[in-house]
């Protein structure tokens, strides 16, 4: 793995394109309500946490229940990603399917991914040090994006 990269971010559109033909690939048939969800997911840039889909879906007649049933789907199909964050109330992000870090901004909510190899590395370097053999790591890094570190 190279350097270190900033992923782009993909506009609403093919975010919320990306979800329902990820979700027909597995089988799941559009219907209104995927539909619907997977615009919801897809307009957010930043993270958000269940009962906030769950209060913007309300008024379209989408039950918490299902809510709650499709974001465990897209987090099982790699299109969405838990955030540890605070222990109490975890939040979700869209992502890229590919192995990557979180830069959270505890301002805005903002989500970048990044792609750094040298972590990669020194974490196995670790592991190795540990005689432990990593399956899977996430790293979170909590802070300020540039627009929130100019309106502190
Ligand atoms: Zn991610
Ligand atoms: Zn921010
Ligand atoms: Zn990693």
């Given at each position: 793995m190279a350097g270190t990269q900033i992923a782009t971010r993909q506009p609403a559109e093919v975010r919320k394109s990306t979800i329902l033909r990820r979700l027909a690939e597995h089988g799941y048939r559009l219907t209104a309500t995927r539909a619907a969800i997977a615009e919801a997911i897809a307009a957010r840039p930043a993270q958000f946490t269940a009962r906030e889909l769950v209060e913007e879906l309300e008024p379209h007649r989408i039950g918490r229940a299902t809510v709650f049933r499709a974001l465990d789907l897209l987090v099982q199909i790699g299109l969405l990603e838990r955030l540890h964050g605070d222990l109490s109330c975890h939040s979700y992000t869209y992502c890229a399917p590919e192995h990557h870090h979180h830069l959270v901004?505890?301002?805005?909510?903002l989500v970048t991914s990044v792609v750094a190899g040298t972590v990669e590395r020194e974490i196995r370097n670790l592991a190795r040090q540990a005689n432990f053999r990593p399956e899977t790591h996430h790293v979170e890094i909590y802070g300020r994006c540039q627009a929130c570190q100019h309106a502190d």
């Open positions: 901004c505890t301002g805005c909510g």
